[in-house]
């Protein structure tokens, strides 16, 4: 069984400088958040997904929950995306393989992620969602990347897993797998 992480742990800084708001709430036109959108998409492919956060934020868990993700709360996410990746692979450990994704984009189609999971074929196998040629998300690693993912730690996320391994790009016909949002202006979806 692939084991889908959400990782719902970051600052988003560039999003609001202040600190005061935190654009995985911030709602889309249809009124739900980013992060539920995101949540929901993943949890659609790999039911019972982990989302990562940092302790404390129970508004953010809950569109979590509501979206069908079992919530973990890292204290250990305070370090940065690697450590949160980190926590959750370790608590999956069991996994044939984690599908990763980020919380700060709602509009990953649900086929993309469910091509990149079928992609996990074998334990070495990494594979990436990617529009136009330029990889994007999700990533997905197969169990033998555990341990390394596991080791993780600080804000590089699995970078060097991506620079020093083979990737498997499955094109997804769809700029979402590329698209965050990183500013205000990014709520609105524009082609």
């Given at each position: 069984m692939i084991q889908g992480i959400l990782l719902a742990a970051g600052y988003g800084r560039r999003f609001d400088p202040?600190?005061?708001s935190n654009k995985l709430l911030a709602t889309l036109p249809d009124g739900r958040s980013v992060a539920w959108h995101a949540a929901r998409a993943l949890c659609t492919v790999l039911p019972g997904s982990i989302a990562v956060i940092r302790p404390g934020h129970e508004a953010l868990a809950a569109d979590l929950r509501d979206a069908g993700c079992r919530v973990l709360e890292s204290p250990d996410a305070e370090a940065g995306m690697g450590s949160a990746l980190a926590h959750a692979v370790g608590d999956s450990a069991g996994a044939?393989?984690?599908l990763v994704t980020?919380?700060?984009m709602?509009?990953?189609p649900?086929?993309?992620i469910r091509a990149v999971a079928a992609a996990i074929d074998r334990p070495e196998r990494i594979a990436a969602a990617a529009?136009?040629?330029q990889r994007g998300h999700p990533v997905?690693?197969?169990a033998a990347h555990g341990a390394a993912l596991a080791a993780l730690h600080g804000d590089s996320g699995a970078r060097e897993l991506l620079r020093t391994h083979p990737v498997q790009l499955i094109e997804a016909g769809d700029d979402g797998v590329l698209r965050d949002i990183?500013?205000?202006e990014h709520l609105q979806r524009v082609r």
């Open positions: 202040s600190g005061h044939d393989g984690w980020l919380a700060d709602p509009w990953l649900v086929d993309a529009f136009a040629g997905a690693f197969g990183d500013l205000p």
